[in-house]
């Protein structure tokens, strides 16, 4: 709690240092003091993923993009804008909270907006508006925490999938439009095409067979112009706000997507708006899209600071954390001002954005770059990693979507040392790392192998690939080669929490339980909430044959994800040896509940009940088990018990009938039980 509190303190004062010393007021704003507008517009936000600052709108090269340049035409765009992180989530947080990273603390995709920030559509639904999302990437559903104050948060692509279209988001988007005609509107949707793989829909896809990205591009603006222009007929003043998540490299300084780097193909992104108060034109000034925040609060009249319709200069600050927090490379934090831009990662680079915007000359090999920078970058907290932020609850399914879509994040905390490599050397293992992270969470080990050999052959000090090369190896019963990972593991993060977990899963794969409870434990007092190892142990108490420990463990279990049919009948048989009635019955009731006619257990579940003196329903569940049930000496005597209990008028006939067909183990107990003495 203490660390946290300490990293929030030096945020605030961090921020309101860079607020006091590097405004320079006086720099031409776009307009004019905007007027307020006597009515609150309806505000329209559209984000573009992974979508270049060269790759839209009137300056693009090799693409047509009527919608943004019509757009652009009556609004004001902004030439030097910039995303705060190259990733889907954080720079997403940072434009629904006005915050960097740092403040809002999600630096990574699959990690969780905690609740206690203030988020813009809390604030517009407080003031009346209806708001509603649609957004068409997992890595923006609603577990994620971004959901908050939105009326309507629809991010549901079709079953099984991780991502849907512009077409089917504007769809959606409109239907949900014309079915709310009143009031003011806070209406966000995201657009995800130009994210790879790169596959543009026709006319798309022939027209740009060359640059299938571009393509993506295309087929998205298109989609922009049927929402804009719907959006602008629903009536009462409108303001529309379209900004880019982060660019993609395309194989610019040796990074083919985004995420990894801070150069100007992943850092640049679009930017621009319309609406009251806001004359057409183009801003030099560099800004940051988290000032998305306070330019809808400023449309909504609920404040004005930090509004895009006056842009104030300021040193505009980014980073790109996810090679540190998952690899323990160097961070990389830059920062901007005027035309200078500067990274820090490991040594200084800098470079005049305006006249080199491929970056190849950096300037700081001759001069070292404006002090304002300097002390930005020097200042600018880095996240420590086991406190960067809360990570979202992520079962399998989860975890292969995000892979699926390229994150390689969730697994271990990394080995932090000073002579670590930066990132933008290590370009060569940028598609390596995400295909080996694919194909261990979707368990292709014998694929995953080599690729994991390749980046601990490169990168020895990377305590997430021996893990998972420890772990591939084990869930193929190969024995040395996992036992010596695991050495190997434990030689570079000597105490690390993550090892021990590691080791005792492959313990636990071993059936060698007597070693893997007792790491399991150790873990669990450390994170009581870590899904793996809480299954784990769950498994390892079912084997030991401590039903009742099992039970409970399961039932943290299914506290963090939902059980399947066939584990929430596992678990009534698991409270049922352990004598748990009403859990038992809980877990069997939730399992026909799924299942329907096809659920099995109403054996089960009468005696459940009876037991319970709920005699009614177990008549009923009795009453269903079939003849054929291999058990059904048993369901007949116990419908018999609960004929007499209910005092039905053929209890007779049904003491009967169980002991006409009685076996060798309903026999005696049909013999002693009191119920029947006498009939
Ligand atoms: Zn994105």
Redesign the pocket.
Known sequence: MRGRLSLFVRVFAFAGALLCGCRRGGEVPASSSPAPASVPPSILLVTL??TRADAIGPEARGVETPAFDALARRGVRFRQAYATVP??LP?HSSMMTGLYPAGHGVHENGRFLGPALPVVAERLRGAGYRTAAFVSSF?LARRFGLARGFDVYDDEPEAGRAERSARETTARALADLRANAKGPRFLWVHYYDP?APYAPPEPFATRYAKAPYLGEVAAMDEQLGILVAEFERSGGPTAVLVAG??GEGLGEHGESRHGDLLYQGTMHVPLLLTGPGVAAGVVETPVSTRHVFHTILDFAGLGAADSLRAPQAEVVLGEAMKPFLEYGWQPQVMAVEGRIKAIQAGRMEAYDVVADPGETRDLAVSSEPPRPLRTALRDYPVPAPAAAGTPATLDEEARRKLASLGYVGGGAAPVIRKDAPRPADMTGLFDVLERASDLFVREDYARAIPLLEQIRAQDPYNLDAVLRLATAHSALGHEAPAAQAFAKAAEIAPGSPDVRVYLALHYARGKEWPRAAPLLEEALAESPQRLPVLEALARVRERQGRPGEAADLWQRVYALRSPTTAEAVRLGELAMSAERTPLAIESFERARAAQGPAFAHDLELGVLYLDARRLTEARDALDRVPASHPAYAMALFKRAQASVLLNEPDQAERIAAARRQADAVTRPLIERERLFAGR
């Open positions: 993923d992974t990733e889907t720079s890595a994210h998540d982060h």
